[in-house]
C-alpha cells in the first residue's frame, strides 16, 4: 500500500467487492466502494477535477471563495480540496441534508447557506439559482456549477471507468448508477463507448425524479419528492447525457432505504441513501437477465452520514418506512414505547443534571420519572427551568423535587379528541393500559399521525 503525500492523494482507486449473499439471479453483482474516499463519497473526486480545472484555466484566485449548489457530498468534496488549497468556500444547501454532512462541512471550515427543498429551478429559493446569486454579488468569487462543468464528467472517464475496466479484468457487462449532476453516467459512458461498447449503462432513478421517464421515452409527470439524497432531478442537468443510458429502473424510497440496511445486515457493507437506490435498481437487473453478467454499481459515499435518518427505526417509523403491527388505538401514535426499551427514563432519586442531559442527549424535551416499573412522574423542559432558575447548584437536587406527579392518563381506546383535549390543557399525553405505562404522545407524534392518513 502506499504512503500519500497529502490527502488529496488518497482520492481515487477505491475498492470493488462482489456481493454474495444477495438473490442476483444468473448475475455476479460487484460494488465499488466509493464511501473509502477521504471525505465518505465518489464526489471526492468530481471536487478535485472542479478545482484543478478552475486553477489550470485561471478562473479561482489565492485567497478567493468557491460557491457550490450540493446535496452535500459534492460539497464535502469541494471543502476538503478549498481547505488543503487556502480558499474560501460557501455551499448553498438543500433543506432536507442530513444533519451529518452538515456538521461535517461546517467543521472543514465550509460557510452554510440552507435553502428550500420544495421548490424547483426558476425558482429564487432554488438551491443552484441562490447559488448563482450569491457568485454574482461576491467578488472575487468562482461558482463551481457541477451541473455544467465539463471537469465533473471528466473525472469519471478518466479515473472511475479505468479503474472499474482495470478492476473487473475487461471483464464487464453493466453498470447502474444514478444522477445527480449526471457527470457520472455521462463520464462513464464515454470511457465505456470507446474502451467496451457492450456494457449495458443503467440508470438507477428514485420515484418522482423525471428522468427514467425521459430515458423510456414517456412524457414525464408531476415532479414528486423524495428521501434519497443526491440523485433525482426535477430537469436534465447540463452535463447528463441520457442518450448514452441503456435502460432506467425507478426505485421508491421504502425500497432504496431498506436495501441499503440489508447491504449492512448481510454483507457488512455501510452506504447512504443513494447506494441502496442504486443496489435495488442492480438486484432487479441481474435478476430479470437469462444469461450469466457481471455488473457493477457503487456504494456512493458512507451511511455514517446517515446515522440520525435511515439507520434511526425511530426516523424510519416517522416516516412510514417502518411498520409495527397496528393496534388501531393511541398506541399507534407513540413513536418510543416503554416495553421496547426505547422510552428515555429517569428515576427520581436521580439528579436534576441527570435529567438534563437525558434531554440533550436523546433530543427530547420530557422524561417519564420510573420507580421500578411504576410511572410516579414527568420532568420537562419549563420544571428544569424553574428547579434552577437563579440557582445552578439545584443541578445537584433528585428529579422528585422538580417532577410532576398530579398525572392525567389516556387509555389506548381514548379519542383523537381527548388526546387533542390534554394537549390544549398543556399537559403530557400520557398513555396506560390498566396502570401499565404504555408510553407518552408528543405533539410531533400526533403530527406524524395525522400526515400519515392524509398519504393513506
Known amino acids: 500500500m502506499s504512503v500519500y503525500d497529502n490527502v488529496l492523494a488518497a482520492i481515487g482507486n477505491t475498492p470493488i467487492v462482489e456481493l454474495t449473499r444477495f438473490d442476483t439471479g444468473p448475475c455476479r453483482l460487484y460494488v465499488k466502494l466509493e464511501n473509502q474516499n477521504p471525505t465518505g463519497s465518489i464526489k471526492d473526486r468530481i471536487a478535485l477535477s472542479l478545482i484543478e480545472a478552475a486553477e489550470r484555466e485561471g478562473k479561482i484566485k489565492p485567497g478567493g471563495t468557491l460557491i457550490e449548489a450540493t446535496a452535500g457530498n459534492t460539497g464535502l468534496g469541494l471543502a476538503l480540496v478549498a481547505a488543503q488549497k487556502g480558499y474560501k468556500l460557501i455551499i448553498v444547501l438543500p433543506d432536507k441534508m442530513s444533519q451529518e454532512k452538515v456538521l461535517h462541512l461546517k467543521a472543514l471550515g465550509a460557510q452554510t447557506h440552507m435553502t428550500r427543498s420544495d421548490v424547483g429551478k426558476g425558482h429564487p429559493d432554488y438551491y443552484q439559482d441562490v447559488a448563482a446569486r450569491l457568485a454574482s454579488e461576491i467578488p472575487n468569487s468562482f461558482y463551481v456549477n457541477q451541473f455544467e462543468n465539463p471537469a465533473n464528467p471528466l473525472a469519471h472517464e478518466t479515473t472511475t471507468g479505468p479503474e472499474i475496466w482495470s478492476q ?97 445486515a448481510e454483507e457488512g457493507l455501510l452506504g447512504g441513501s443513494s447506494t441502496g437506490t442504486l443496489l435495488a435498481a442492480a438486484l432487479r437487473y441481474c435478476r430479470a437477465q437469462s444469461e450469466p453478467k457481471r455488473v457493477v454499481t457503487f456504494v456512493c459515499d458512507s451511511g455514517n452520514k446517515y446515522l440520525s435518518k435511515m439507520y434511526n427505526d425511530h426516523w424510519m417509523y416517522d416516516q412510514g418506512l417502518l411498520e409495527r403491527p397496528k393496534q388501531n388505538n393511541l398506541v399507534d401514535l407513540i413513536a418510543r414505547r416503554y416495553a421496547e426499551g426505547s422510552m428515555v427514563t429517569v428515576r427520581p432519586q436521580d439528579t436534576l443534571l441527570q435529567a438534563y442531559r437525558n434531554m440533550r442527549l436523546h433530543d427530547v424535551s420530557q422524561l417519564p420519572v420510573m420507580d421500578g416499573e411504576r410511572l410516579v412522574g414527568v420532568i420537562d423542559e419549563s420544571d428544569l427551568v424553574f428547579a434552577v432558575h437563579g440557582d445552578a447548584d439545584s443541578f445537584g437536587q433528585p428529579v422528585s423535587t422538580a417532577m410532576v406527579t398530579a398525572l392525567e392518563t389516556l387509555a389506548p381506546d381514548a379519542s383523537l379528541d381527548a388526546l387533542r383535549a390534554v394537549f390544549a390543557r398543556d399537559r403530557v399525553a400520557i398513555v396506560e393500559d390498566a396502570g401499565r405505562f404504555v408510553g407518552l404522545i408528543t405533539r410531533i407524534d400526533l403530527l406524524n399521525h395525522l400526515r400519515k392518513r392524509l398519504e393513506e
Open 168 to 264: 473487473m479484468g475487461h471483464q464487464l457487462d453493466a453498470v447502474v448508477c444514478g444522477v445527480g449532476s449526471g457527470g457520472t453516467v455521462t463520464g462513464l459512458s464515454r470511457f465505456f463507448a470507446r474502451v467496451a461498447p457492450h456494457v449495458d449503462m443503467v440508470l438507477a432513478d428514485p420515484a418522482g425524479s423525471i428522468l427514467a421517464d425521459l430515458v423510456a421515452g414517456r412524457e414525464p409527470g408531476p415532479v414528486g419528492s423524495w428521501l434519497v439524497e443526491g440523485i433525482g432531478e426535477d430537469f436534465v442537468p447540463p452535463n447528463c447525457d441520457l442518450d448514452a443510458v441503456d435502460q432506467a429502473i425507478t426505485i421508491d424510497d421504502r425500497e432504496a432505504l431498506h436495501t441499503a440496511r440489508a447491504l449492512l
